[in-house]
């Protein structure tokens, strides 16, 4: 090899080493440009089944076991994490707030506000407005839901609350306590609420006259009275509310406690959601009842408000059954018309039911011909 | 501090029940309650695989964090632990746990949940341990206390379900599975190495 061919040799040696040294560490990028696709091996056969079995597992298969128990089978249920995780967050942390924010902004109303007093001196005369079986029924369900309230919340937070006042064992008993009148007093509350929707819908269907009340704003900030009938918009509303909402409490109640009693859901009532009684439903119907009583509560605290302190004249007519004409002009002017037409106002002094004394007047003076 | 730790070795599990058995008589457990239970998955397909399952005695448990009246202890050993003196039966922790182990017994005056049982890694309650009959009768025989280990896992014919220190168990499990040398039973190693 002549020394000219041995000096070309190395020079071009040289560059080519070069120029490899910068061309090749960028040969990565043709992954890019080919896709990772060109380079993967097939992967199909690759997967080990036993690492993704055991991730399935953890999704909640099911399998056997020779221990009978609901769910025995299932070694590793996820739901609880997620339930716990909103029961903690949202539904013990937050919510809660909702009745003490309703109770401040009751107490700012009523300072700035003050009480809703009737603008006519009463004159005596009065309306009747709720029957004996309504008053039974609206009392039986008022006092069930405050007996409720308390209890469940007690359950729900008193861990928090009560157990720095009263001690673990002292909690405990009150607890225990909780839970069982919790569970013996549910179903009582349920037969309310489902007398009170069959007895009341017929007041509470909506009409043209609740849309001017809802753009006076029930008159709640102006002092206004705007229109109403036997029951004002704000009433329906909480009507509703009380169907809707007292349904679903009694249902997810009825659902979390029936198996410990040891009631299975029957057959015809397998449609209706949450009926499976397994723990995911439970875990559901535990979230469903906490986060609508919680809410229901703190509106609840309104109508109490409302119905004692806040209006004059009202109270009375869930306690007695009777309303005060000046209240019935004042808060449902379209029902006082109406009843006024039909003769149904009793006069001071007359204890009778107004239609009784009306045939009464009426009889009289064909006595007296006689 | 020694951590406690069940660990149930899939590839010995031969589903015989006898850890079951032996937690069921020892402890003489409600009716209707079983605190451990084997599971056998893929039954009777090849490569069926089965655990011996119980309360796992979780770090941060999820049944001590729902419960309402705060019944739930963690000893030093890492052992959860409950006291059925407070518990109310409310179902939370049943509702919480995703592993199953707490049931109730039907019992009580109205036929509610009666006190919750779970698996109690042979130690009794959370309270002082006194061997008594008394205690027996609440939380079943306390082993630890007698310095014994959990029956269930001293019974294994095929020593698939190992209960102790989590090291010395992780140590155990470690060797075995290193003697075995078959790597894909090596959990994760296909997705490791092998896997797209």
């Known amino acids: ?68 128990g609901q769910e025995a089978g299932v070694l590793i249920a996820p739901g609880g994490t997620r339930w716990q995780a909103l029961r903690e967050g949202t539904i013990a942390r937050y919510l809660p707030w909702g009745m003490v924010g309703m109770f401040v902004i009751i107490l700012l109303y009523h300072l700035i506000h003050g009480r809703n007093r009737l603008d006519e001196p009463r004159s005596g005369r009065r309306i009747k407005r709720w029957s004996w079986l309504d008053r039974t029924v609206h009392w039986i369900t008022a006092i069930s839901f405050i007996i409720l309230a308390v209890t469940g919340l007690s359950m729900l937070i008193g861990r928090t609350l009560l157990i720095p006042l009263l001690g673990k064992a002292g909690f405990a008993t009150w607890a225990q306590v909780s ?135 009202a109270f009375e007519g869930m306690a007695t059954g009777y309303v005060s004409t000046e209240w019935a002009k004042q808060h449902h002017d379209q029902w006082y018309e109406e009843l006024q037409a039909k003769g149904k106002i009793i006069e001071p002094g007359e204890s009778h039911s107004p239609s009784r004394s009306a045939n009464q007047a009426r009889s009289r003076p064909a006595t007296a011909s006689r | 501090m020694a951590r406690m730790k069940f660990l149930c070795d899939a590839e010995r599990c031969i589903e015989c029940n006898g850890c079951v058995t032996a937690c069921k008589n020892e402890h003489e457990v409600p009716w209707g309650v079983n605190r451990r239970r084997v599971v056998t998955l893929d039954d009777g397909k090849p490569g069926e695989k089965s655990i011996s399952v119980a309360c796992m005695h979780c770090t941060d448990a999820p049944c001590q964090a729902v419960c309402p009246v ?57 309270e002082e341990a006194d061997l008594s009959d008394a205690e027996y009768e609440k939380y079943g025989r306390n082993r630890i206390a007698e310095g014994k280990l959990p029956l269930c896992a001293e019974m294994c014919s095929t020593r698939a379900l190992i209960a102790g220190d989590g090291d010395e168990i992780a140590d155990i499990y470690r060797e075995r599975v290193l003697r075995r040398g078959g790597r894909p039973q090596t959990w994760g190693w296909d997705t490791a190495y092998t896997e797209g």
């Open chain 2, 70 to 126: 705060d019944c739930f202890t963690t000893t030093d050993d890492g052992i959860v632990l409950h006291d059925k003196g407070l518990c109310i039966g409310c179902g939370y922790c049943f509702y919480a746990c995703p592993f199953g182990a707490p049931q109730y017994p039907q019992q009580s005056s109205f036929g509610a949940r009666g006190k919750m049982d779970k698996c109690t890694f042979c130690a009794g309650g959370p």
């Open chain 1, 179 to 313: 839970i069982t009148v919790h569970n013996v007093i549910g179903p009582v509350f349920t037969v309310g609420i489902i007398l009170m929707i069959v007895l009341w819908i017929w007041y509470n269907i909506p009409n043209a006259t609740d849309l001017k009340w809802f753009k006076q704003g029930g008159g709640l900030l102006t002092r206004s009275h705007p229109p109403a009938g036997r029951m004002n918009g704000g009433e329906k509303i909480w009507f509703w509310l009380v169907a809707v909402a007292g349904l679903a409490v009694c249902l997810t109640g009825l659902i979390m406690v029936a198996p410990a009693y040891g009631i299975a859901i029957p057959a015809w009532a397998e449609f209706l959601p949450f009926t499976e009684g397994s723990r995911v439903q439970m875990q559901q119907a535990n979230m469903v009842h906490a986060v609508v009583s919680l809410v229901w509560a703190a509106i609840a605290l309104g109508h109490i408000y409302i119905g004692t302190a806040g209006t004059e004249g």
């Open chain 1, 1 to 68: 090899m002549s020394p000219a061919r041995k000096r070309r040799l190395t020079t071009y040696g040289l560059l080519a080493i070069l120029g490899l040294a910068f061309i090749l560490p960028l040969g990565g990028y043709s992954v890019h440009f080919l896709g990772a696709d060109a380079l993967a091996q097939d992967a199909g056969s690759a997967v080990n089944p036993r690492s993704n079995y055991w991730r399935a597992v953890a999704d909640g298969v099911n399998g056997y076991t020779a221990v009978t």
